[in-house]
Structures are given as C-alpha cells and as structure tokens.
C-alpha cells in the first residue's frame, strides 16, 4: 500500500512575509529583527524567520501590553 503524499508545511518565512503578516511596513519589521525583538537566523545571503519566532514576538508584545494596562 503507498504512502499518503502530503504537503510540506513552510518552515521559514521571510521579512516581508512577516511584515505582511504582522501589519507592519518592511523597514520597521526589520528593525524589529536587527534589535533581535523578532529572532531570525542568516542562511547564506538570505534572513529567515521561523513561525514559532513571530507568535513569540506577539506574544511578547501582548504581554507587555497586559502588564501596563
């Protein structure tokens, strides 16, 4: 019996993807990533962000939301 092929789920997203995703322009997004507020590591050329890092990085910002409320 074959194996079920399935979909490769993305590991990495890249800043402008995040941008996107968070609402944020590019330049701040990546402000965010070069104060290592939002972790990124470098592979090659490119800066990659794992999903994990930006629900971090939200959840970071929620918290500290919650604090000062």
């Not at 322009?25 to 999903?51: A, F, Q």
């Amino acid at each position: 019996m074959p194996t079920p092929i399935s979909a490769v789920e993305r590991k990495w997203f890249t800043t402008a993807e995040v941008a996107d995703m968070l609402g944020f322009g590019l330049s701040k997004t990546k402000m965010l990533v070069l104060t290592g507020e939002i972790r990124s590591v470098v592979i090659g050329r490119n800066r990659r962000i794992l999903p994990a890092w930006v629900d971090e990085y939200v959840a970071h910002v929620v918290a500290t939301a919650e604090e000062a409320a």
